[in-house]
């Protein structure tokens, strides 16, 4: 079975300091993961995707996420905050069939000035 | 192009209207989803076309009608809704299953008022 569990429901940062979401998943399979974000009223933006080719991924506006196969975790960070990043964000795996994809509940970043 | 369309942006129905919402890929995906959100919760999968089958039902019910006329296009045709569907309905469209890592890619959503 496939699950995505993020560990904070809202994050607060003040603006130009580091972000750090956190997801762990549970998986039977070599995992596919991703990490989208969500602004309000907005659809889903794909960020980044892990592929196996490389643990650290680099993805959109900066983030990047790294894959630690021995915590099953897969945490996306930012170096420096932006009022533009706060939004909600999900840490998502795939089924192995590849058509089957089961979100995490959310993790909801507000920016400080 | 990484662009799903979805129309309307907006829906106000009543209980007894029929309506339909629209999706439209040019990606060459052969992937289609469509998905139920409600106010700060995940995004709940609805339906999955794949090869323009319908490959899953998340026991939906039958008040909802999923169609794909083609790869490109997939409609969600809507009749005597209840309150409690008013949300965001998200499409997405993804590469064909077994193509390796496959990532979905998502429209804006249509926001769904049921009076």
């Known amino acids: 079975a496939q699950s995505v569990t993020q560990l904070d429901s809202h994050v607060s940062v003040s603006e130009g300091t580091p972000v750090l979401l956190r997801c762990n998943y549970s998986?039977?399979?070599?995992?596919?993961l991703f990490w989208y974000v969500q602004h309000p009223n907005k659809g889903l933006q794909l960020l980044l995707k892990?592929?196996?080719?490389?643990?650290l991924v680099k993805g959109i506006n900066g983030f990047e996420a790294e894959f630690k196969k021995s915590e099953t975790s897969f945490h996306l960070t930012k170096p420096s905050a932006h009022m533009s990043d706060a939004a909600e964000y999900f840490c998502v795996v795939s089924h192995p069939t590849g058509n089957q994809f089961y979100f995490g509940t959310g993790t909801s970043l507000t920016v400080i000035p | 192009d990484t662009e799903v369309t979805q129309t309307p942006k907006h829906l106000v129905m009543g209980m007894t209207n029929k309506k339909s919402l629209k999706c439209e890929q040019h990606m060459g995906h052969r992937a289609m989803y469509w998905y139920k959100q409600k106010a700060k919760k995940p995004p709940e999968l609805m339906f999955v076309y794949s090869y323009e089958k319908l490959s899953i039902n998340e026991s939906v019910p039958s008040r909802f009608s999923p169609e794909c006329p083609n790869s490109s296009l997939l409609n969600l045709h809507l009749h005597a809704l209840q309150p409690e569907d008013s949300a965001l309905y998200l499409c997405?469209?993804?590469?064909?299953?077994?193509?390796?890592?496959?990532?979905?890619?998502f429209g804006p959503g249509t926001r769904l008022t049921v009076l």
């Open positions: 998986s039977s399979y070599s995992p596919s």
């Open positions: 892990y592929t196996s080719a490389a643990t």
């Open positions: 997405a469209s993804s590469q064909a299953p077994l193509a390796g890592v496959i990532a979905q890619y």
